[in-house]
T-cell receptor, first 113, second 114 residues
Framework: EPEVTQTPSHQVTQMGQEVILRCVPISNHLYFYWYRQILGQKVEFLVSFYNNEISEKSEIFDDQFSVERPDGSNFTLKIRSTKLEDSAMYFC???????????FGPGTRLTVT | AQSVTQLGSHVSVSEGALVLLRCNYSSSVPPYLFWYVQYPNQGLQLLLKYTSAATLVKGINGFEAEFKKSETSFHLTKPSAHMSDAAEYFCAVSGRGGSEKLVFGKGMKLTVNP
């Protein structure tokens, strides 16, 4: 069964460093999302992406964040200058056009020290 | 605006007992509703979804949920808990525009005791 994959599974970085989280959505999906889950809190929407453009972004997704689909398979989330409060589990999701079912990857745990 | 309320954070049941996980939603537009399950160290897996067909929705692993508009609820139930059901369960709401963001509740950790 096709699945969304994410790398790395765990990333440790120092405050102020740039990180790139990678996702490979399901191959025929057209909509892509990033969510995050701070430990003990709810899963929060960050951004959605379609047709090489951001469709919607939350107030969390400020100028420190960016997303890119650099090729036909990868979908990346970049945090330019990480802060301690960016420590969280980051989930990538994708779905087919017109579908309401989002498929989630296993997540990347980001730890900022 | 949309929101989901899952009261409490932890439910403990005995194996074979009824599982009831409550979810109430708020939405300014007719919603779609979802339950996701997260097993330890894994991603979110869709259990079931309500997308305006039958109000009683059956999902995987014997779970079902009933959409009650008058109560703005979408509670998740399973008649008989199994040890393998131990996980965290998230209720989520979205609009009906297709490919819309999910708004999640805080989640409920289910423990199943032998």
């Amino acid at each position: 069964e096709p699945e969304v994959t994410q790398t790395p599974s765990h990333q440790v970085t120092q405050m102020g460093q740039e990180v790139i989280l990678r996702c490979v959505p399901i191959s025929n999906h057209l909509y892509f999302y990033w969510y995050r889950q701070i430990l003990g809190q709810k899963v929060e929407f960050l951004v959605s992406f379609y047709n090489n453009e951001i469709s919607e972004k939350s107030e969390i997704f400020d100028d420190q964040f960016s997303v890119e689909r650099p090729d036909g398979s990868n979908f990346t989330l970049k945090i330019r200058s990480t802060k301690l409060e960016d420590s969280a589990m980051y989930f990538c999701a994708s779905n087919l056009q017109g579908s309401y079912e989002q498929y989630f990857g296993p997540g990347t745990r980001l730890t900022v020290t | 605006a949309q929101s989901v309320t899952q009261l409490g954070s932890h439910v403990s049941v005995s194996e074979g007992a009824l599982v009831l996980l409550r979810c109430n939603y708020s939405s300014s537009v007719p919603p779609y509703l979802f339950w996701y399950v997260q097993y330890p160290n894994q991603g979110l897996q869709l259990l079931l979804k309500y997308t305006s067909a039958a109000t009683l929705v059956k999902g995987i692993n014997g779970f079902e949920a009933e959409f009650k508009k008058s109560e703005t609820s979408f509670h998740l139930t399973k008649p008989s808990a199994h040890m393998s059901d131990a996980a965290e369960y998230f209720c989520a709401v979205s609009g009906r525009g297709g490919s819309e963001k999910l708004v999640f509740g805080k989640g409920m950790k289910l423990t199943v005791n032998p």
